[in-house]
């Protein structure tokens, strides 16, 4: 997708300062890709990735350059392992441990849609910041798990709640209990992934969704992403007419007067967020 084609001008700049030099960041035509790359550690992540993960999250949410991100692991092997275990023992209280920055809210917090490349192990902590995104793909490589359960603690970072509302309860209760993972193939089946593709298409799958989704009118798309989260958290008639309110928002906006003359003109729409 062009700039001329999404009615923006060219980025702002080129992405956030990260220092821990275990997150990528790349952004090509208002799709950002963050790359969780620790392949050695299956791409555990360390406080300082977590921070740059962070950091990239923000920094998504406050550009106009962004208007829909990809998140994948780096190597053929793992989505992510989650928090490296061996750095939870440098925290020097429980209390310092439970307000640590935890990089799911982050992902959680984003406004723009997010799709999940799984590329390989979702485990932990990493099946937590899959849960985080809005769009989840993968690898017929890739496995499910969340087998905090077999080191004595359980996930802290939307494991349960989100995993019931993708999979079921019973299903969630046979993850979370057993600590045992789940194929790609039963994760579709489930409804935990919406694709299942050989490793070697996936990132030009998740790339292709975010530009098509880049290409939508933003306010319309980050609308869409809000009145779902709502819709999870409130009764159905509070839910549609929470509905209703945004979509009268969204038909305020110049991009949907935008869509509305595109359509009779039988053209392209040219948004500019606003």
Not at 116 to 135: F, K, M, Q, R
Not at 178 to 195: C, K, N, Q
Not at 232 to 251: G, H, K, M, S, V
């Amino acid at each position: 997708m062009s700039n001329e084609a999404s009615g923006s001008t060219a980025p702002d700049s080129t992405g956030p300062v990260l220092t821990s030099g275990n997150v990528g960041f790349e952004l090509t035509d208002f799709v950002a890709v963050i790359t969780i790359s620790r392949p050695e550690k299956l791409n555990s992540v360390t406080q300082p990735m977590a921070d740059d993960l962070v950091l990239a999250s923000d920094w998504c949410n406050d550009s106009d350059s962004v208007r829909a991100v990809v998140l994948t692991g780096a190597g053929p092997k793992a989505f992510s392992a989650g928090s490296d275990i061996t750095s939870l023992d440098k925290y020097s209280t429980p209390w310092d441990f439970r307000n640590r920055a935890d990089y799911c809210d982050a992902i959680r917090r984003l406004r723009k849609p997010v799709i999940a490349a799984v590329n390989g192990y979702a485990l932990g902590g990493g099946l937590e910041t899959a849960l985080s995104c809005d769009i989840r793909i993968a690898a017929d490589t890739a496995k499910f798990g969340a087998p905090e359960i077999k080191l004595g603690w359980i996930g802290g970072g939307g494991m349960t709640t989100f995993l019931a509302q993708s999979i079921g309860a019973s299903n969630a209760a046979l993850m979370l209990m057993t600590g045992d993972p789940i194929d790609a193939d039963r994760a579709l089946a489930w409804g935990l992934v919406s694709e299942v593709l050989p490793g070697d298409q996936l990132i030009t799958r998740a790339r292709e969704l975010a530009a098509t989704i880049a290409s939508r009118p933003p306010i319309a798309a980050e609308t869409a992403k809000a009145n779902l989260h709502a819709s999870a958290n409130l009764p159905q008639e509070q839910a549609i007419a929470y509905e209703r309110d945004l979509q009268t928002i969204c038909f305020a906006t110049e991009d949907a007067t935008e869509g509305r003359a595109a359509f009779a003109e039988r053209r392209p729409g040219v948004y500019h967020r606003r």
